[in-house]
């Protein structure tokens, strides 16, 4: 089950930022024609996000701590203590952009330039943030790997 969450959740998460590229670019040519396929769009994002997050947080607080102690043992703890600790405080902003995005969405885009601009910053900022968190998981994955495959670097495992 493991396995499938730590799958799930990173899958979900570029599921998400897609949904908002796709938000990005309809909103760039907002006519009354394509509001209902943006609104669309803009709750794919927040379910894939929302997703993304139930799913990293079930897979943090239950399965984590085994490679956290492997990933601070092995040659790169900074996998953890960087890059780790920057996602679990900076994870929530894609979520909140992600929540606030259907709402923004709602308006006449095609009508309001603010409004237009309004999701155009939502969506690149989720793309954006996204992208950094993918990176930072991939960072971190490759502690684990790396502390496997070089158990002679391993502290403590003499």
Known sequence: MSDIILFAHPTFGVLGILAAVWVFAETLNATPEN???IRWAA????????????LGGFWYVNYYYADKAIILKGPWPWAHDFFMETKEH????????ALYLPIAAGNKLFASRGA???VLSLAALIVLNGLAIEGAGAIINYGVKVAYTHPGQVKGAE
């Open 35 to 37: 509001a209902a396929r």
């Open 43 to 54: 709750f794919a994002v927040t379910a894939c996000i929302v997703f993304a997050w139930i």
């Open 90 to 97: 900076l994870f929530f902003i894609p979520l909140l952009l």
């Open 116 to 118: 237009r601009n309004l």
